[in-house]
């Protein structure tokens, strides 16, 4: 043992050798830069028998939590909840058509499903008529994906003549961060939108809560952009629930690795098809997953479904690796966000229907445009009204919660009509609340000409 070569010798023959830095910690970059960041703030320990926060209390078998006053932690014009493929379009929309802007996400990054659920994947970014092909995701979200275009590794299937791109979940939150930062938009990550601040039917701000514990941020128009409708129906905005199919997506690592032979081991009618589509990444692919239909509200199902996933991801992973006698593939990365497909849907002062979308009307309130799976179907009219509630006011409802009929919502769901819809709820927010009016009194040919100067199509 006198003999052994131990850590500490290794790290000295490293550093020698000029590796320190790769075995030690990465420096952070100037780019910081300390004075950046907020003081840190003396927090002083909680008195639960002031007004400002009783906590919640026991009372005959219930839990009573009582009324308090809630710190502001932020004012704003436009207040964006959820920074999904929706959000994000909505708050770069609202911040560069001149509102204060600011939007919450319970995450540490951007991008929702897309990036932290891992789908790389961006269908309906085209649709098709006659033998002309027309992109109807352009503006904010077309601008991300040429942005990630220009980066390596973060993009492939993008470009003149392409549908369907497919993007590095890194690079498009990084890119995110950059047109959020570029815009102004004040970012509040780690944060909860827990419940909707109200005045009479009007939304006028979220509560929120994080490691701060509870705060309002105030608004004058909210986008929900949470994906399950959490402001919208905590304002108690109508809606419905639908329950779908619950995965988790995962990326396989040294896929080129596999051989033929390999594959021919593992058998079954299309082996290939355990491994996955192409991502940007050399050798990597993602599997997308579909998972029994489950309500995805309900946290132990929630919960139950990540772990009985992740468990059954990794024993396919053995298996394919036992089967195949390949020892290279290798599980690189669950999504650290659980594929809840849809929960809430809006009830709008429109229900765009299936029927409206394949037999296209001209709607004169149109304010997005539906793509196709494939690219193969003709371009459909999304009306204002799905972003706006029957009742409610002072909120718009953004991406996959938007209102539309049962059969809608595998287009409407698809990242390309998020990016639209988030687009088009973020620009007629930020008018909203420039003209004092309730969203439904947004000026539609106004809203129209905003969203055309923002690069958006509208087919109109
Ligand atoms: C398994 C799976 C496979 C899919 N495959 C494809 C595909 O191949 N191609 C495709 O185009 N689409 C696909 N989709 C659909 C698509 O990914 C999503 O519908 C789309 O990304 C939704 O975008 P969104 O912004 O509306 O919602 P989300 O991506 O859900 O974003 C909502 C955001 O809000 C945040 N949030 C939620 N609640 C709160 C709250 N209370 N407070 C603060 N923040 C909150 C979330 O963290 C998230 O960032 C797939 C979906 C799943 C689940």
Not at 49 to 71: D, F, M, N, W, Y
Not at 74 to 96: C, I, N, S, W
Not at 262 to 291: C, D, H, M, Q, Y
């Amino acid at each position: 043992m006198a003999n052994a070569f131990t850590r500490r010798d290794l790290m000295r023959v490293l550093s020698a050798a000029g590796f320190g830095a790769a075995v030690s910690t990465t420096r952070v970059p100037e780019a910081f830069g300390d004075a950046a960041l907020p003081k840190a703030r003396e927090r002083q320990p909680i008195d639960p028998t002031t007004l400002a926060h009783p906590p919640a209390r026991l009372s005959g078998g219930k839990v009573i939590q009582p009324e308090r006053t809630l710190p502001v932690l932020h004012e704003t014009d436009v207040l964006v909840a959820g920074g999904g493929a929706a959000g994000f379009a909505a708050a770069v929309a609202a911040a560069r058509a001149g509102a204060r802007t600011a939007i919450v996400e319970r995450y540490g990054y951007f991008g929702g499903l897309w990036t932290g659920g891992l789908v790389l994947l961006v269908i309906s970014t085209h649709a098709r008529t006659g033998d002309k092909r027309i992109q109807v995701v352009r503006g904010v979200g077309d601008e991300l994906l040429q942005r990630l275009s220009r980066l390596d590794h973060a993009v492939i299937n993008y470009g003149p003549d392409r549908i369907n791109p497919t993007s590095d979940a890194e690079a498009t939150k990084y890119v995110m961060d950059e047109m959020t930062r570029e815009a102004g938009v004040t970012v509040l990550l780690h944060c909860w939108a827990v419940d909707a601040v109200m005045d009479d039917r009007q939304v006028r701000g979220v509560v929120v809560e994080s490691k701060e514990g509870r705060q309002a941020v105030l608004a004058k128009v909210v986008v929900d952009a949470t994906g399950d409708g959490d402001v919208f129906a905590a304002a108690g905005a109508e809606h419905a629930q639908r329950l779908h199919a619950i995965g988790l997506v995962h990326l396989l690592g040294n896929v080129d690795r596999v051989s033929k032979e390999e594959l021919e081991k593992i058998g079954g009618k299309n082996p290939r098809r355990l491994l996955g589509a192409p991502t940007p990444r050399p050798s990597v692919r993602w599997v997308n997953l579909r998972g029994p239909s489950a309500d995805g509200l309900d946290v132990e199902t929630l919960s139950r479904l990540e772990l009985d996933h992740r468990r059954s991801i990794w024993r396919r992973v053995e298996q394919f690796r036992e089967k195949s006698g390949d020892d290279d593939l290798f599980l690189m990365q669950v999504a650290p966000q659980l594929g809840v497909r849809t929960t809430r849907i809006l009830a709008g002062t429109h229900c765009l229907t299936y029927a409206e979308t394949r037999e296209p009307k001209p709607f004169p309130d149109v304010v997005a445009v539906g793509g196709a799976q494939n690219g193969n179907h003709p371009p459909w009219p999304i009306p204002y009204g799905v972003l706006v509630p029957k009742q409610l006011d002072g909120l718009l409802a953004a991406g996959r919660c938007v209102s539309m009929g049962d059969r809608l919502i595998e287009d409407m769901r698809l990242i390309g009509s998020c990016l639209t819809t988030g687009h088009a709820a973020g620009a007629a927010a930020a008018l909203a609340a420039r003209d004092g009016c309730r969203p439904r009194d947004v000026e539609v040919p106004a809203l129209q000409k905003l969203l055309k100067d923002q690069g958006a199509y509208l087919g109109i």
